[in-house]
């Protein structure tokens, strides 16, 4: 099992930053893939950023790639996500996924373990 805690969320004008972390427990960290993904009210959960176990490759949708960059330390057993220029659009709740593999993956049936979310609220 492992356990995955997010961190970070709040309220943050347009154009603005934030960092959320979700720090990992249970298991080698570095043998995970890690996923991040947004569920707005009464929308489907959908595919933020992934990384690979090690780091070395990243994966955006268009929808945030150039705002958004997803990183990871695994001394720290914590993954990354930092949001820059947000939008109103980009409210949502914001959760990380790990899965135990070698790939990057950008399903959410791709990841068994979720964490509980943090709320991400940009306002106009």
């Known amino acids: 099992q492992v356990q995955l805690v997010e961190s970070g969320g709040g309220l943050v004008q347009a154009g603005g930053s934030l960092r959320l972390s979700c720090a990992a427990s249970g298991r080698t960290f570095s043998n995970y893939a890690m996923g991040w993904f947004r569920q707005a009210p009464g929308k489907e959960r959908e595919f933020v950023a992934a990384?690979?176990?090690?780091?070395?490759?990243?994966y955006y949708p268009d929808s945030v790639k150039g705002r958004f960059t997803i990183s990871r330390d695994n001394a720290k057993n914590t993954v990354y996500l930092h949001m820059d220029s947000l939008k109103p659009e980009d409210t949502a709740v914001y959760y990380c996924a790990a899965k135990s593999g070698s790939n990057f993956y950008i399903r959410t049936y791709d990841y068994p373990y979720w964490g509980q979310g943090t709320q991400v609220t940009v306002s106009s």
């Open positions: 990384i690979t176990r090690s780091g070395g490759i990243t």
